[in-house]
């Protein structure tokens, strides 16, 4: 079992930064694929950015030079540094992580995070 618990979502102005944090704990030593996804009211989640194993990592196009995804091994933590928001990036994020022993996907809660005009 992974339990993912997530926070630094909000409200914030078009142009601004946000940066998401997610702590993994449990069976940790199992994940190979770590990130965040989000879903908007009406549409489908979609991935924002994801580690994955062998050390790449991957981003949506719509968020490509405006967010970051890093991590802090000693804290089991990913975060999600978003900058120069808009309007279409408001959604609900998820943080989300891939187990290989059993294959398994587990989400976190969710966080809002909804940027104005």
């Known amino acids: 079992q992974v339990q993912l618990v997530e926070s630094g979502g909000g409200l914030v102005q078009a142009g601004g930064s946000l940066r998401l944090s997610c702590a993994a704990s449990?069976?940790?030593?199992?994940?190979?694929?770590m990130g965040w996804y989000r879903q908007a009211p009406g549409k489908q989640r979609e991935l924002v950015a994801v580690?994955?194993?062998?050390?790449?990592?991957n981003y949506a196009d719509s968020v490509k030079g405006r967010c970051t995804l890093s991590r802090d091994n000693a804290k089991n933590t990913v975060y999600l540094q978003m900058s120069s928001l808009k309007p279409e990036d408001t959604a609900v994020y998820y943080c989300?992580?891939?187990?290989?022993?059993?294959?398994?996907?587990?989400w976190g809660q969710g966080t809002q995070v909804t940027v104005s005009s």
């Open positions: 989300y992580a891939r187990s290989s022993r059993p294959p398994y996907d587990y």
């Open positions: 449990g069976s940790i030593f199992s994940i190979n694929r």
């Open positions: 580690f994955r194993s062998g050390g790449s990592t």
